[in-house]
DNA sequence: AATAATTGTTTGTGATCACAAAAGTAAGTT
DNA sequence: AACTTACTTTTGTGATCACAAACAATTATT
């Protein structure tokens, strides 16, 4: 079997396999990063058997892999049964900040009441991470980090429910992210997570809030302005 | 090959099978509308031999039909590789609910900008045809309207992004809504569409959202006093 | 009789095959 | 040259098989 390139090729970041996990959930992952850090540009059609052949597994497992980004978003299936990343507008970026903004909050201030002082040091070593790692402008690891933080705050409610969606908003927002930062070369980052901080050692709710809706709307803006934003997010995957 | 029954029976409403869907579609829609009626009690493990059985199709469409419900959040996959509905406590059940009205009221206010006059007329239809339901009583009919009107309103907004993420909560809580309000005999039901109408042609955001809210609200009242389902959920599917 | 070891069964996972629909390609027509 | 038509290839879907892990039941052991 040779190698097919019936578009532009695609180029994904492997890992190692543990054998602890299932073949699915390895390729699951895989492409799940793939998507996230934009590997796969937008709109590229994406079959069962050449991801397969790329990933050297059979096709049983991306098949199923892709049914569950799918679900989640991640990708889409079009009426043709071909799969692909979603094509994104400026329109639908801008709704899926706004969501961000509107559920995270929440989550945040759902997550409150159950801060203890474990998880408080916990954010707190995560915030010190993120300060580091903004002194390196280490993007990819300020990117990580800071998904970090935001997931070990929501993640201090115990019967969370809306991580999975939040989730599958930073999924869907990913690729346009890191297109658009990679695109830069200055980045201008106020750290709002020592607001956040100081709001969930005072317990305020409302502060908290202000202080995530914050956060996420200069992630955005990090990305860059909204004109560039705009055109490049129009142009991407052509 | 006889009937198996490990368990509990599992008795599942079968439509019709249209040819122009996949089978794992319409495998996936029959397990779809089973868990959101509650005909499958939560903690029952589904197997996708057995579930093939029942549905009469091999076990392949199950297996992807069971994926994706999962990736929805819909059903859950355990350590020991065992799907069944997710089991439910009274302060998940009330954070899906505080869920429901931090995302829905915010993708009624993202909509609002978008209704014209044929959307109008469409809520408008929706929510005479409740009026009816209500008189005469028809829970189920009362309940799919009702999400209908949601669904409506929210998808006049083009660059929808909240949907499936509702669409999911909607599933999520649906089985024990159903469950709750099977037990009633008695419902009050205080029709907030009314209101929700009135602050969509007065393009009032804010009024709007109250109005969502409160219809949320009291739709989960309307399932039973607190107490009640609280006893009742603690105890589904046992 | 209670617990541990063993055997038999069931189950999810993954591989392979068959097939119809879709897409791509080449030849033929206007 | 633009479009249609016929043919070839590719692709998703679904079925079936093999296998190891999980589960259940039975037997053996203390």
């Known amino acids: 079997m040779q190698i097919m390139d019936k578009k532009s090729p695609i180029h994904i970041t492997i890992s190692e396999r543990d054998d602890s996990v299932t073949i699915t959930q390895w390729v699951y992952q895989t492409l799940r990063n793939a998507v996230m850090y934009g590997e796969i540009l937008p709109g590229r059609a994406l079959t069962i058997r050449e991801l397969a052949g790329i990933l050297d597994v059979s096709p049983m497992p991306v098949r199923e892999a892709l049914r569950q980004l ?10 043709n049964r071909r799969v ?4 994104m507008t400026a329109m639908k970026f801008s709704e899926l900040c706004e969501a961000r903004i509107a559920i995270e909050s929440h989550a945040a201030a759902r997550a409150l009441p159950y801060i203890d002082r474990d998880q408080l040091s916990q954010l707190r070593a995560l915030d010190s991470l993120i300060d580091e790692a903004q002194e390196e402008k280490n993007l990819a690891q300020i990117s990580t980090l800071n998904q970090n933080f935001h997931r070990a705050l929501y993640t201090a409610n115990p019967h969370q429910v809306t991580l999975p969606l939040i989730e599958s908003l930073w999924l869907q927002l990913g690729p346009f992210m890191r297109l ?3 695109q830069l070369e ?8 020592n607001e956040a901080m ?23 803006a990090f990305a860059g302005t909204p004109e560039m934003l705009h055109a490049f997010i129009e142009n991407a995957g052509t």
């Open 70 to 79: 799918a679900a989640e978003n991640a990708l889409e299936i079009q009426g």
């Open 180 to 182: 658009a930062t990679s």
């Open 84 to 87: 692909m990343v979603p094509k």
């Open 198 to 220: 100081t709001a969930i050692e005072k317990k305020d709710a409302f502060a908290l809030q202000i202080a995530i809706a914050a956060d996420i709307r200069e992630g955005i």
């Open 186 to 193: 200055e980045h201008y980052l106020v750290d709002r997570h």
